[in-house]
């Protein structure tokens, strides 16, 4: 068996509207609604992320809407109606892996950037690869880089729960991940400084 190191272990506890939906666009397994639990977990090497699967999924009543296996990285999201079952199956996983929530790594921010009064032609680029909502000129645009790349869906949904924003894209998977965050720009710093704020305060080890 290979050893596994954990990237992101990471629980939510009601998925937004917008998140819920935009994970539909990437999903390959079964859809979550708005208001479900889910639990994202990101490995390393990603082939084994095919055994945990089988380990969450026999723990308990969840159901799977996305799974990526790459050769350096996987990533599994589960999700259910019940946090008490995400939460076991998550905690399942970690009984495998025989590791605790302190063993996977602490987000680290690359880049934040904001980008007001959005031109047209700008806002056509992002819309041209996005799979969420569109971002529309005028609009202010967040842009956040982060590493392991899991989080970036945690990261979305907490901008959605802190104000009227909407969800461009997020890219939760290989080596960075990235969201695109659009809306008025008194609406979009709200987003910004809580998605910074919420991500400081998730505890792991130290990327070096």
């Known amino acids: 068996m290979n050893k596994v190191d954990l990237r992101t272990f990471n629980f939510i506890d009601s ?7 935009f994970m539909c666009t990437i999903s390959r397994g079964y859809f979550p609604v708005g208001g479900q639990a889910c639990a994202f977990i990101e490995i390393s090497p990603g082939i084994e992320i095919n055994r945990l699967t089988d380990v969450a999924l026999k723990a308990t009543d969840v159901v799977p809407g ?10 599994l ?4 109606d019940s946090q008490a079952d995400v939460r076991q ?13 302190a063993d996977r790594l602490k987000p680290r921010v690359l880049t934040s950037q904001l ?18 909502n569109m971002v529309l000129r005028g609009d202010t645009l967040f842009v956040l880089e982060i590493e392991p790349a899991g989080y970036a869906f945690y ?23 990235r969201i ?6 008194a609406e979009v710093l709200v987003s910004k400084e809580i998605v910074e704020s919420r991500l400081s305060d998730i505890d792991g080890r130290v990327i070096s």
């Open 66 to 75: 996305i799974q990526i296996v790459e050769r350096s990285f996987g990533l």
């Open 77 to 80: 999201e589960v999700h259910a």
């Open 180 to 185: 695109y965050i659009a809306g008025k720009e």
């Open 15 to 21: 998925l937004q509207l917008q998140m819920a939906s």
């Open 115 to 132: 980008i007001k009064n959005i031109s047209d032609h700008h806002a056509q680029l992002v819309n041209k690869v996005r799979f969420g």
């Open 89 to 101: 199956a998550g905690e399942s996983v970690l009984t495998e892996l025989g590791l605790t929530t």
């Open 155 to 177: 990261a979305a949904n907490e901008a959605e729960k802190a104000s009227n924003i909407k969800i461009v894209n997020v890219t939760g998977y290989g080596k960075y991940g």
